[in-house]
């Protein structure tokens, strides 16, 4: 039975851009980048040394990239409401790689991050999705076990990670499948 329903920020409750931008690197620079986002994520680079690798890989000034980062995201308002309908029947997490603060300090609101009973971000947990340790932070602090949580994120590889682990998951595409799909576990 689920009792705790986690999310994904970016790709899940944003539209995130980043990818866009790996994706139109060329093919030998897009793992390397990929590779540096993740370390910056953990928190093992700050955001001056993660722009100079970055520029030294792409060309691209540290402004650009950082503007890339921390560009204005359109919230998805419809999950945002259906994450309040939720909140009232489970617990209600967020895991997100990220390398600062920005969720909280810019990105919801007051009253959006009441609805999250935990948020559990890279940076500060010095772990990254997909790895199995940073779903099992988010059970601890939700107070349920792995069995009784469901992981929702926009990348198959870190679904396999809340899987492996034993949580449900789904991945992410669109609210209407998303919605589907949830409403099938939570009626088990």
């Keep these: ?6 999310f994904d920020c970016f790709g899940v409750l944003t539209v995130d851009v980043w990818p866009e931008f790996v994706a139109s690197l060329p093919l030998e620079q897009q793992a390397e980048a990929s590779a540096l986002n993740r370390v910056y994520d953990a928190g093992h680079l700050s955001r ?12 691209k000034q540290p402004r650009y990239v950082e503007d890339l980062l921390s560009n204005e995201l359109h919230k998805n308002a419809d ?7 939720l909140k009232s029947a489970y ?13 909280l300090e810019h ?15 890279s940076f500060e947990a010095g772990l990254v999705k997909p790895d199995e ?12 076990p792995l069995s009784a949580c469901v992981m ?4 198959e590889r870190n679904c396999q990670g809340a899987t492996d682990c034993g949580m449900q ?17 939570l009626s088990l």
């Design 48 to 59: 001056d040394e993660f722009g100079r690798a970055m520029q030294d890989l792409t060309g």
């Design 79 to 85: 999950l945002l409401a259906l994450i309040k309908e």
């Design 133 to 144: 340790r940073i779903y099992r932070l988010a059970s601890e602090r939700l107070g349920e």
């Design 91 to 103: 617990k209600i997490g967020l895991i997100s790689n990220i390398g600062t603060n920005w969720v």
């Design 169 to 185: 998951a789904i991945v992410y595409q669109n609210l209407t499948q998303m919605r589907s799909e949830l409403n099938k576990l």
């Design 1 to 6: 039975m689920i009792r705790a329903i986690i």
């Design 152 to 155: 929702i994120d926009d990348f």
């Design 107 to 121: 990105f919801l609101t007051t009253e959006e991050q009441a609805l999250f009973d935990t948020f559990v971000f």
